[in-house]
């Protein structure tokens, strides 16, 4: 379900979070939408060889999983997303299932934009794996 908040029915200290495991079918679509094959992201053995040790995802499907946090839940469907800085501070393993979260910090009444901080976080260990800033206008 799409959240359909206006820009006036939205406040700072808002948040909204989804969960997501990040599987084996989700890294090979990202692989097929985005062209990134990478061995790192695609192939075990490979993998195996560097100082991950094993498949990691890909860093920008994180910004793919923010943008379905500004265009579903915050602040939904009458959003425009604008930018998105991003910090890849752990990379996500293959399996693994993340908390997806924005809060608003900033609302920009002028240009009905809203400022905010992104994380995916790791549940079970607690360690922020992406974060950043993203602005996005709402459209009404």
Known sequence: MVAEKTFDEIREGDTAKFEVTV???LVKKFAELSGDSNPLHMDAEFAKGTPLGERVAHGMLGGALFSQLMGMHLPGMHS???SQSLFFRK???IGTTVI??????QKIGSVKTLKL???ILDPDTGEVLT??????KVLL
């Open 23 to 25: 599987d084996e079918t």
């Open 80 to 82: 425009l997303y604008l």
């Open 91 to 93: 990379p996500v393993r």
């Open 100 to 105: 997806v979260s924005g809060t608003v910090v």
């Open 117 to 119: 901080l992104t994380v």
């Open 131 to 136: 974060d950043g800033e993203a602005m996005v």
